[in-house]
Structures are given as C-alpha cells and as structure tokens.
C-alpha cells in the first residue's frame, strides 16, 4: 500500500492538497494517509525567558490544531481514514524527515501556504521541500 504525506497550514491551498490527495488514493486503490503541521521553533531568548517550556508547547499544540482543522474537515467529509501529527522544526526540512521517516511515497502540498510574502508562484517551503525530497511531489494550487 502506498503512503501520501499531506502537509498543511490551515490554508485554502493545503485543503485542495488533501482533497487531491484523497483522490488520488482512490485511484489508487487505497493509500495510507499522513495529515502534517509544521510549527517553526520559537527561537527568540526573551520569549523562552518569560515562558516555561509546558507554555510554548501548548502554544504549537493549540496552533497546530488550528492548521489542520480544515483538512481534517475535508478528510472527515471524504470518509477516508489517515494519522495526524503537530511537528515543530524548520518547516521544509521537518516535513522531509517525515517523509522519509514514515516511508511516504508521495507529497500533496499547496503551492503557497499562509505565509506573509506575497506574489510568489510558489512559496519558500514548497521549494525547500522540492529540493530536499527524492519523491513525487503533486502541487495543488
């Protein structure tokens, strides 16, 4: 069975990625399903100075839970099933340890996520996880 690696952020883009990707599945007779939110790492000393360790990982947990709420909505609607994880780590790279990690055969993504640089056909990540990867990536727009 193959497996698909879905990484979202809680944009419009990434809902398409996991409507695709249930399609694609289908087609496929069937796929193992991996939903994906990455967090960048806190890194600024004052913010870790004046919040415990417990603080900042609720703070991912709740954003994380954020991001995936609509994909996870879209793969509820699909009636597929598939396993959820809330990462934190540089974004492009995490996602690649992932995939490698859990075997995945393919990446659904969106071209460009929630990011605040605008105007780009494709955003920062997707081409860091482009470059990183050795399997096929499908970009939904």
Known sequence: ???????????????????AA??????MGGAKLHLITVHPPI??????????AEAL?????????????????ALDEAGVSYEES??????AQTIADFAKKHQCDH????????GTV?????????IKV???VNIPVTLVR
Not at 22 to 27: D, G, N
Not at 57 to 73: F, S, V
Not at 86 to 91: K, M, N, S
């Open 1 to 19: 069975m193959k497996t698909i690696l879905i990484p979202v952020d809680g944009s419009d883009a990434s809902v398409r990625a996991a409507k």
């Open 22 to 27: 249930v399609a694609a599945a289908a087609e």
């Open 43 to 52: 890194i600024s000393g004052n913010v870790k100075r004046f919040f415990s």
């Open 57 to 73: 990982n609720d703070y991912y947990q709740d954003e994380g839970r954020n991001a995936l709420l609509p994909a996870k909505t």
């Open 86 to 91: 809330i990462e934190v780590g540089p974004v």
């Open 107 to 114: 990446i659904f993504m969106g071209t460009r996520g929630l």
């Open 118 to 126: 605008t105007g780009l056909v494709l955003g920062s990540v997707t």
């Open 130 to 132: 482009l470059s990183l």
